[in-house]
């Protein structure tokens, strides 16, 4: 039984194991960092007190005015675009704006520790900066183009993975 299962599994083949695309691989990473800000965020409102701060206009120790929500949105507008951004722009503009945003995120990351005792924001936070950090690696390590490929086929190769 057990020769009998090998050769069908011989039969159907070995699975293709595809590269991943950088832009594609830079766009999920951002997603993924997404989810954990919202994620962190909401399980946030659980903590004691957090809703009833809210409801009288206060989050952490600061008034909830409209600076205050238009500076949250356009601080998780960014790596939003960035989702966006990573597989549309040139590759060059790519590769920088991840390396320069995904390095400044780091410290927005580690800046939402400051006073925190509980052990989910903690542990988003370090998710959060391993990320981050895998978007840097990622854009550094870019890869460059070889003497035979252009950007048709740069672009040739990017595309299926948008589909």
Same mark, same amino acid.
């Given at each position: ?75 998780? +507008? ?6 966006? !951004?990573? /597989? *549309? %722009?040139?590759?060059?503009?790519? @590769?920088? #704006?991840? &390396? ?18 509980? +052990? ?6 370090? !998710?959060? /900066? *391993? %990320?981050?950090?895998?978007?840097? @690696?990622? #854009?550094? &390590? ?18 299926? +993975?948008?589909?």
């Amino acid at each position: 039984m057990t020769t009998k299962t090998r050769a069908n599994r011989n039969e159907r083949g070995h699975l293709e194991d595809r590269p991943v695309p950088v832009r594609t691989k830079l766009s999920l990473l951002w997603i993924t960092v997404m989810f954990l800000y919202v994620y962190v965020d909401i399980f946030g409102f659980y903590l004691p007190g957090t809703i009833e701060d809210i409801l009288v206009g206060r989050v952490w120790e600061l008034d909830i005015t409209q600076g205050w929500v238009v500076g949250a949105l356009a601080l998780m +507008a960014v790596p939003s675009l960035m989702v966006f !951004l990573s /597989v *549309a %722009l040139p590759a060059r503009a790519a @590769r920088w #704006a991840n &390396l320069v945003i995904g390095a400044l995120y780091i410290p927005v990351s580690l800046f939402n520790l400051i006073d925190e005792t509980w +052990a989910h924001f903690w542990v988003g936070a370090m !998710l959060e /900066v *391993a %990320l981050l950090v895998l978007i840097v @690696r990622s #854009a550094w &390590l870019w890869p460059r183009a070889t003497a035979g490929t252009d950007r048709a086929e740069n672009l040739a190769t990017t595309l299926p +993975a948008l589909r």
